[in-house]
């Protein structure tokens, strides 16, 4: 059973919107790391945050942000959503930068329409 | 470009059979490798990781890995229907901040 839980776990928006989603990490991870899933692919490394700053990013636009909180649970934030940001997010949290120790959450499936 | 390439598959051998997934990766700078395994409609789950060329085992599973060739693979012995899923090869990068992962290989066990 995963440490770590995202909310929601669907999500329907309309292109031009804003969303903002959750992710609920365990106790003492430091690190979250957030990746997108669209249909059929792997999942592409969005950014990561290690002790509440953004500790690289990859290739995404800056309409996709981030922030983590001092209690480990953290959000990713998309403005301006296009039909191409329809896949599943996953959030991932370790201890320290660890990526052997990653746990990755359930997941939010997101569709722009 | 940082790629990892993976055969999409679907894979499909008989119940009990060896199962043999492979991965090449570009970044020569990669240290990490890993295995993650992925039912329909969930999330990755850690199977595998190895960090030294050569072979490492865990139960029925065995990642190899040949830095030189740029090469690593996942065995899975024995294999189960349970063992149906996708299975997904990541490599870390250089600032060990990011997992880059192939597009997977979906995996049948036929009973």
């Known amino acids: 059973e995963t440490g770590v839980t995202q909310s929601p776990t669907h999500l329907i928006k309309t292109r031009g919107q804003q969303v903002t989603l959750r992710c609920s990490s365990q106790?003492?991870?430091?690190?979250v790391s957030w990746y997108q899933q669209a249909l059929g692919q792997g999942p592409q490394f969005i950014f990561q945050?290690?002790?509440?700053?953004?500790?690289g990013r990859g290739n995404f636009p800056p309409r996709f942000s981030g922030l983590q909180f001092p209690n480990y649970s953290s959000e990713l934030n998309v403005n301006a959503l296009e039909l191409d940001d329809s896949a599943l997010y996953l959030c991932?949290?370790?201890?320290?930068?660890?990526?052997?120790?990653?746990?990755f959450g359930s997941g939010t499936r997101l569709t722009v329409v | 470009q940082k790629e990892v390439e993976q055969n999409s598959g679907p894979l499909s051998v008989p119940e009990g059979a060896i199962a043999s997934l492979n991965c090449t990766y570009s970044?020569?700078?990669?240290?990490?490798f890993f295995w993650y395994r992925q039912y329909s409609g969930k999330s990755p789950e850690l199977i595998m990781f190895?960090?030294?060329?050569g072979d490492k085992e865990d139960g029925r599973f065995t990642a190899q890995l040949n830095k030189a060739s740029q090469y690593v693979s996942l065995l899975i012995r024995d294999s189960q229907p349970s063992d149906s899923a996708t299975y997904l090869c990541?490599?870390?990068?250089?600032?060990?901040?990011?997992?880059?992962f192939g597009g997977g290989t979906r995996l049948m066990v036929k009973p």
């Open positions: 991932a949290s370790s201890r320290d930068r660890n990526m052997v120790g990653y746990t």
């Open positions: 106790s003492g991870h430091n690190t």
């Open positions: 945050y290690y002790r509440e700053e953004e500790n």
């Open positions: 970044d020569r700078g990669s240290q990490s």
């Open positions: 190895i960090y030294s060329n």
């Open positions: 990541a490599v870390d990068n250089n600032a060990g901040n990011m997992l880059t």
